[in-house]
């Protein structure tokens, strides 16, 4: 039996979980990015949050856990599943595949399934990650480490939401929408422009320097540590509390509006900053609706554009060498300039 | 107890060995420099005496993937049949203790499996359609041989090895000298185990802890908690079931005074002066925390704790090592980690692997025998495999199966920089550089090239920036750089010469951009004088030019000078005036010459 960390047992470090509680509310925001100090929680609240995700529905027998609602494109096989009359399904939790470091290509996007190959003689598709992580998270610790051809299958993938095979005399395609979160150390060399524009929030994650929160965050970790079920079961309220938001906002999120002001303020933003492309703008709406939805406001304005700009747009800034500033500072002094409080 | 330093080095070493053999996986590990010897070995042979009937393995450095994680047992797989999987050394281990020979070589992949593996506590499988977990619970011991600051274990692996012990200094004698209580030893160590799940942590020690992480600069929460760690299984090993002050000085010692980037700020009577240019004095540290200690603990007011578990932890430190923290704090705000991403790949395997093709293997490809076998599976009935058992089962595998690995050969360029920061125009000239640097690393992104600094000024020339892509490291590294001086300009052409010359080892190919006016003033044995200065740059030029290093000299005076372009023709370097050299104008240059071979 292992244990998960609970997420809201996980001190500081709001910008991280709000993104996270973001891209849970609504995966069409895309990738979360958190990059930042070793020993800061990273991995332990993306892997929380596969405990805290509220439980979904498949379709019974469909290996990619396609939604009987039909969400999303469905797979080919689930048209013979369904038959004529509506499918079973069942409750499975939302899937959070962890990207094993050392993964090979065969087992990210699926390949022949070499045990019945040889000893049956059947030619069979075996599918690996990226179905696995079908209407989840896909999480790749270390992701700046990843092998360059890895990088390029999931930049694909991750940009059209299916995966396509085409090896071994295979030719398969199923979806593949999941939400890409990575983590990593920037010390150990920076991401590829292709992936970071990718993700859709990027979060910079740094060690507390106030003792009481280090004090904070050793105490319940040891605590973890001695007892996890005790310290778990102390959490499972406030980690319920948590999911119903998602619920709730979730709920909420088709009906907030995004007035025509808004959008406008979100391009000036956009030009101010000289971000690449339109993903800044789109990202920079997504999120700001997903927020509002989240604290139950029924219009997005300049409050949830103001909390939300550093974390969608900081990693789409034209690198500028010869401005020291770092790019956090830069989206913030274009929102002093844009939004005076 | 009064022991000279290097006997207090030994007796801690002891102390560390117990403590990770009462719980390997909670300690994480163990990193020990020393040099291979009777020392380690004896230090080793402690250790395993502690372990005994726990696994023990030793992790090979050019270990491949499947055997370090898991993977398809090939030899099996071609035997049976059918994919049969292998665990990987990780899972062996689980329970045990893993010995990493020559970890400050360890590859940043590795040290990333490594890292993840103790974090998590299992082993997960992604391989060769294999899909499997194994249980990995494990400690691991990294003996790391590096010689100087330079060569250090992996900044990943560090942060997660709750000691680090420094043994160079201890000869054989000292280590052979205890034996005797060795059985003692682990009779304590398994009545320390079994008395660990009821020790607790008082709030005013846990945060004794906090504070003096804080205060070492010691600052990643995970060596925090490794701490707190650490002095719960002393107080296990000393019999209590509480930890006080003592455990938590003990903890302090051991997981974060040898990472400590400087000193802390406590209010002692006798505050440390060391002397700055001497060696290490061998005056006797007390190796324990005052006596008083225990006594006086519970009318302590808010906070004393804090300090008295800080000052004990000092007053045991080696006087030598006070002087280093300063300057180790110094290199520390350039360059935090090591951070070598795209060190050097393994042997017989040049670059990076690009996907896999049909083909046979023919001028040094490789056969990859996964996909061969993947290939040649599905056919195995048309080819009149006869599936019964009664005959032992081959594959048949035909020429056109054949599948081989593509690399990409492409060397990546290292572009060394080596400024002039001496005068008054240094500041000019370092910013420039600077620029330059950072629009090439934009640049590198996509060509995934490195680049080094190194600056030269006073009496020698200093490694501002090893070898890095990552603009991050060279931003802070290149913020706040002092200049002015004498011109050092030998001393800077030797250490540029070897440090291309390292490069070059690596595999990539080096580009040397020297940037200065040069006019030579100090000499090698660092003395002024521009007449021996000119003498020992053109020996340093005459040994640099032996490394058939491509270089670009960038003339940095307000008017071309004659001495400058004399130097790049003793360089074989190309010459190039650049007045007004700015960040735009160099990193083109420096990028037409790469582009140039």
């Known amino acids: 039996m292992s244990f998960t960390f609970p997420f809201s047992a996980i001190v500081g470090q709001d910008e991280m979980k709000l993104a996270i509680l973001i891209a849970a509310v609504d995966p069409g925001v895309g990738g979360v990015l958190v990059f930042g100090d070793r020993g800061t929680g990273k991995s332990t609240a993306v892997r929380a949050l596969a405990a805290l995700l509220p439980k979904m529905r498949a379709i019974d027998g469909c290996r990619y856990g396609c939604d009987p609602a039909g969400g999303g494109t469905a797979c080919d096989q689930c048209p013979t599943l369904k038959g004529h009359g509506k499918a079973k399904s069942h409750w499975v939790s939302v899937p959070v595949v962890d990207m094993p470091l050392g993964a090979t290509e065969d087992r990210v996007v699926g390949a022949l399934d070499l045990e019945r190959a040889l000893s049956q003689g059947v030619k069979a598709f075996e599918p690996g990650l990226l179905a696995r992580a079908n209407r989840g998270f896909l999480y790749i610790d270390e992701v700046n480490l990843l092998e360059d051809h890895l990088v390029d299958l999931l930049i694909d993938v991750a940009a059209s939401g299916e995966n396509v095979v085409e090896r071994e005399g295979l030719s398969v395609r199923h979806p593949a929408r999941f939400v890409l979160v990575g ?3 920037p010390e150990e060399g920076e991401l590829r422009p292709q992936l970071l524009d990718r993700f859709g929030l990027s979060v910079e994650v740094r060690t507390p320097t106030d003792i009481a929160t280090r004090v904070e965050v050793v105490r319940r970790r040891d605590a973890y540590e001695r007892d996890p079920a005790a310290f778990i079961d102390h959490w499972h309220a406030e980690d319920e509390r948590i999911r119903r938001r998602i619920v709730a906002a979730r709920k909420r999120l088709a009906d907030v509006q995004v007035p025509d002001v808004a959008l406008e303020r979100a391009a000036q933003l956009c030009m101010k900053l000289g971000t690449d492309g339109l993903r800044g703008e789109l990202t920079l ?29 900081r990693h789409r800034l034209r690198r500028n060498p010869l401005d020291d500033a770092g790019s956090t500072v830069r989206v913030e002094r274009a929102l002093a300039e844009l939004f005076p409080a | 107890m009064d022991l000279p330093a290097e006997a207090a080095v030994w007796a801690d070493a002891t102390l560390a060995a117990a403590i990770f053999a009462v719980d390997p996986v909670g300690v994480g590990g163990v990193g020990v420099r020393a040099s291979a010897g009777p020392v380690r070995d004896q230090w080793l042979a402690l250790l395993q005496q502690m372990v005994v009937g726990k696994p023990w393995r030793r992790l090979p450095l050019n270990i491949r993937d499947e055997r370090l994680i898991g993977g398809l047992d090939l030899g099996a797989t071609l035997q049976a049949g059918r994919p049969v999987a292998q665990r990987g050394l990780m899972a062996e281990t689980d329970g045990g203790v ?14 990333a499996r490594l890292a993840a593996v103790l974090d998590r506590g299992e082993a997960v499988v992604e391989r060769d359609g294999i899909t499997q977990r194994h249980a990995a619970r494990l400690g691991l011991v990294a003996l790391d041989e590096g010689i100087g600051d330079d060569e250090k274990l992996p900044a990943a692996l560090q942060e997660r090895l709750a000691m680090l012990l420094d043994l160079q200094s201890v000869t054989p004698a000292e280590a052979f000298e205890d034996q005797a209580q060795i059985p003692d030893l682990a009779r304590e160590v398994a009545q320390a185990r079994a008395l660990l799940p009821q020790v607790t942590m008082p709030e005013p020690v846990l945060q004794a802890l906090c504070v003096a992480g804080v205060a070492l600069g010691a600052s990643s929460l995970r060596l925090a908690l490794l701490a707190v760690r650490v002095a719960r299984i002393h107080a296990a090993l000393g019999g209590r079931d509480s930890a006080d002050a003592d455990d938590a000085a003990v903890a302090v010692r051991l997981v ?56 004990a932890a000092l007053a045991s430190l080696p006087p030598g090592l006070l002087a280093s923290l300063q300057a180790r704090q110094a290199r520390a705000d350039r360059s935090r980690s090591s951070g070598r991403s795209g060190a050097a790949r393994k042997s017989g395997q040049r670059g990076r692997p690009a996907g896999v093709r049909r083909g046979e293997p023919r001028g040094g490809e490789r056969l990859n025998v996964i996909d061969t076998l993947r290939a040649a599976a599905p056919w195995q009935r048309l080819r009149g495999r006869v599936l019964d058992a009664v005959s032992p089962r081959r594959i048949e595998v035909r020429a056109d199966d054949f599948h081989v690995t593509r690399y990409r050969q492409k060397r990546e360029t290292t572009t060394i920089f080596v400024v002039d920061a001496s005068g008054s125009s240094a500041m000019n000239r370092l910013a420039e550089a600077k620029g330059a640097v950072e629009l090439l690393l934009a640049d590198c992104y996509v060509r995934r090239d490195k680049v080094a600094v190194l600056g030269f000024r006073g009496r020698g020339a200093e490694l501002l920036l090893p070898p890095t892509r990552s603009l991050v490291r060279a931003k802070r590294s290149l913020s706040g750089l002092p200049g002015g001086g004498g011109t050092p300009l030998a001393a800077a052409i030797d250490a540029a010469g070897a440090l291309a010359d390292a490069v ?54 307000p008017r071309p000078q004659a001495q400058a372009a004399g130097l790049a023709q003793a360089l074989q370097a190309r010459y190039l005036p650049l007045p007004q050299a700015g960040a735009a104008s160099m990193s083109a240059a420096v990028q037409a010459a790469t582009a140039r071979r």
């Not at chain 1, 609706?289 to 304005?301: E, F, M, N, P, T």
């Not at chain 2, 690596?506 to 200065?516: I, K, N, S």
């Open chain 1, 183 to 185: 983590s990593g150390n």
């Open chain 1, 285 to 313: 709406m997504r999120a700001a609706r997903s927020l509002a939805a989240i604290d139950g406001d029924a219009v997005v304005g300049d409050a949830q554009l103001r909390r939300i700009a550093a974390p969608a747009l």
């Open chain 2, 98 to 111: 893993l010995v990493a020979a020559m970890a400050e070589r360890v590859t940043p992949e590795v040290a």
């Open chain 2, 256 to 311: 974060l005074l040898p990472r400590a980037t400087q000193m802390p700020v406590v209010e002692s009577e006798e505050p440390p002066s060391p002397p700055p240019d001497e060696p290490p004095p061998s005056e006797p540290p007390p190796d324990e925390p005052p006596k008083d200690l225990d006594d006086a603990e519970p009318q302590l007011p808010e906070g004393a704790l804090d300090d008295l578990v800080l000052q």
């Open chain 2, 504 to 557: 070059a080892r690596r595999g990539d190919t080096p580009l040397v951009v020297l940037l200065t006016d040069g006019r030579a003033n100090v000499a090698l044995d660092g003395s002024g004088g521009r007449a021996q200065a000119e003498a020992d740059v053109q020996a340093a030029a005459m040994r640099f030019r032996q490394g058939h290093v491509a270089t670009l000299l960038i003339d940095t005076s």
